[in-house]
């Protein structure tokens, strides 16, 4: 057999590689030198791992005590990401350390997740003097509404979270096969509706968080009652959680600023006479893929039906456990709730879930996004009070020579009486800002040139994964590189006069699609160091997935083709026409009316419905 590595191994591509190097020196009768073959333990599947860990708990207590190694042990590492928490290692200084001999430079990513992503200036102050404390220096705002740390050293983890505890925030179930962080449309302009909406997000976020008490024995020095491991338990999860992960977002139209079919679960807000009546719910998308492989393949979320307010924490909680149930625990990439649906139908998980719930879900309701980018600069709240979106390249926050940005936040933090909402986009409104406090903000923002005046509207609608140095599982660079790509892209749109077109472009580091790459107008996904898949004609409002135009492209060949395709995007294009809209109606690539058939290329194939019996552009 072969050898292979595995570009979503969860502990990086070379993960396969360990067991077979193994096997392969046993049967060539060479004894390994001291050193050359890493020890890992024993690997466990993910179920075993999560059956025996007494609900997350593990080894993860000997693991922090271990001051021998910056590392924890292996099985651990598939745990802590239940508790939020990722072990990672430089990359860059990897070849370094292993060439001398030394252990890998190991810390940690510590995600905070904040339901709908609100949260108050004092918590953002708290995560940014962690950054400082006991991070890199950086804020990272997530895809997911959701505050990241890195860099945390193994001895630091406890505090930085007793910390963020303090804070009256968590990072339990930021990661793991879970419910994650539930994300909103964050934006105040419809303020009872806003309100309306964050709330559902905090009540169903709470409703489907796990209930282990390890979380707080662990890291808050809750002590343990004896016997307490034994009579923990999982109302919604059991012991074995879910098969992967869950993911849940809350669309207000016109917006669709979360990319609510990108979901697992989606509830698209219906609003009558300015009052929140229920949701249209959406059930099967999902981003993440493997090259090579066309058995997996990214998704948008089917309608699955109309839900009241007090219909829909229960219609939430009943396509969790079909999924729990059903969802397939043997093959990790064909675990994700986007295939269950494939394999069984609508009729069926509809019928699943109705029930389970006991009542039949109504029709949905007419409903259309305009898009799913932020509304950035100033914008007023029906209640008065004004919001700035400040765009954040990339969802970093660190002060650059020039941009000062993560000064600047912290003075404005220290100043605002309101509050601050993360994005999906990974940018940052400044909420609730009074009228009185409105010419305090923009002095601030003018007097450290972090407004967003300076940029194209290509770039204020970009989005990058972090990929390399810290992602295990990176192939190709993405946030330290998308923005150099767009420096030359810019140039492209200046001379065609479209550098204040807003034109979505996303790129991701591995086929994970941690940046919904796929969903974009232009996104490039990595392959190799320096190559990407450049995927074409992703919807603008969110509704549609992207197409394959080219395999494993540089940038001279990248730059070469969005040259000649925005040129003639400029010529040859019809009033109020998007750039994705545009390359599909003149045959660049053909639409991707289906997740399954995402990597198929000709417009008749793709012609096919989904197994639901849906298309899935829905205007």
């Keep these: 057999e072969l050898g292979l590595g595995d570009d979503q191994h969860e502990n990086g591509f070379m993960g396969a590689w360990q067991p077979w190097e193994t096997e392969l020196l046993d049967l060539l009768g060479i004894t390994p030198v001291e050193g050359e073959v890493e020890v890992t333990g024993k690997v466990l599947k993910d179920e075993s791992i999560k059956e025996e860990s007494g609900y997350l708990r593990g080894h993860i207590q000997r693991s922090l005590a271990d001051k021998s190694t910056a590392a924890m042990l292996p099985e651990d590492t598939k745990l802590t990401k239940f508790h939020g928490i990722y072990q990672q290692d430089n990359r860059d200084e990897r070849p370094g350390l292993e060439a001398a001999g030394k252990e890998r430079a190991y810390s940690f990513m510590v995600r905070v997740g904040i339901p709908g992503g609100v949260c108050t200036p004092e918590q953002y102050l708290v995560m940014e003097g962690l950054a400082s404390s006991h991070g890199n220096g950086n804020l990272k705002l997530t895809t997911r509404q959701a505050f990241q740390l890195h860099g945390v050293l193994k001895w630091n983890l406890k505090n930085s979270i007793q910390e963020i505890n303090r804070g009256l925030m968590d990072t339990l179930a930021a990661c793991g096969d879970v419910c994650r962080n539930v994300i909103a449309s964050p934006n105040p302009f419809q303020s009872e509706v806003a309100g309306e909406v964050l709330a559902f997000a905090h009540r169903i976020s709470a409703h489907l968080k796990p209930q282990t008490t390890a ?366 809209d545009y390359v599909i109606r003149s045959g660049v690539v053909a639409p991707t009316l289906a997740g399954r058939l995402f990597h198929e290329t000709d417009v008749k194939t793709n012609s096919i419905p989904t197994y639901s019996g849906t298309t899935q552009i829905y205007w």
């Design 215 to 580: 979380y707080h024995e662990i890291w808050l020095d809750k002590k343990l009652v004896s016997g307490q491991a034994h009579t923990d338990v999982e109302p919604l999860y059991g012991a074995s959680y879910l098969p992967r992960k869950f993911k849940v977002a809350i669309a207000v139209p016109p917006m669709n600023d979360v990319d609510v079919f990108s979901h697992c679960l989606g509830y698209v807000a219906v609003v009558e006479n300015g009052h929140l009546i229920g949701f249209n719910v959406s059930i099967g998308g999902g981003m993440g893929m493997t090259h090579g492989n066309t058995k997996t393949y990214p998704r948008l979320a089917d309608l699955m039906g109309f839900c009241t307010v007090e219909q829909a924490i229960l219609v939430g909680e009943a396509v969790m456990i079909v999924q729990r149930d059903h969802g397939d625990r043997v093959n990790r990439k064909h675990a994700r709730l986007k295939y269950t649906l494939e394999d069984h139908g609508m009729d069926w998980y509809r019928g699943k879930v109705e029930a389970y719930c006991g009542f039949k879900l109504q029709p949905c309701k007419p409903f259309k996004f305009e898009s799913n980018h932020d509304r950035l600069g100033w914008s007023k709240g029906i209640d008065g009070n004004f919001h700035y979106g400040l765009f954040v390249e990339n969802g970093r926050i660190r002060d650059m020579e020039g941009y000062p940005l993560k000064t600047a936040m912290r003075e404005l933090a220290e100043l605002h009486t309101g509050d601050f909402r993360l994005t999906a986009n990974q940018n940052i409104i400044v909420g609730r800002v009074t009228p009185e406090q409105r010419p305090k903000i923009e002095a601030l923002l003018h007097k450290y040139k972090i407004d967003n005046d300076q940029y194209s509207g290509l770039r204020l609608n970009s989005m990058a994964c972090v990929a390399l140095p810290t992602c295990a599982l990176a192939m190709a660079e993405s946030e330290r590189y998308l923005p150099v790509l767009i420096d030359r892209l810019d140039e492209i749109l200046t001379r065609n006069n479209l550098n204040a077109d807003s034109i979505m472009i996303r790129m991701s580091g591995c086929p994970n699609g941690c940046s919904r790459p796929y969903m974009a107008e232009i996104a490039m996904v990595g392959k190799a160091p320096g190559a990407y898949n450049l995927y074409l004609g992703g919807g603008f409002g969110g509704n549609r997935l992207a197409k394959i135009y080219r395999e494993s492209v540089g940038e001279a060949e990248i730059l070469a083709i969005l040259d000649e395709l925005i040129t003639k995007y400029a010529q040859e294009r019809q009033p109020g026409e998007k750039f994705g």
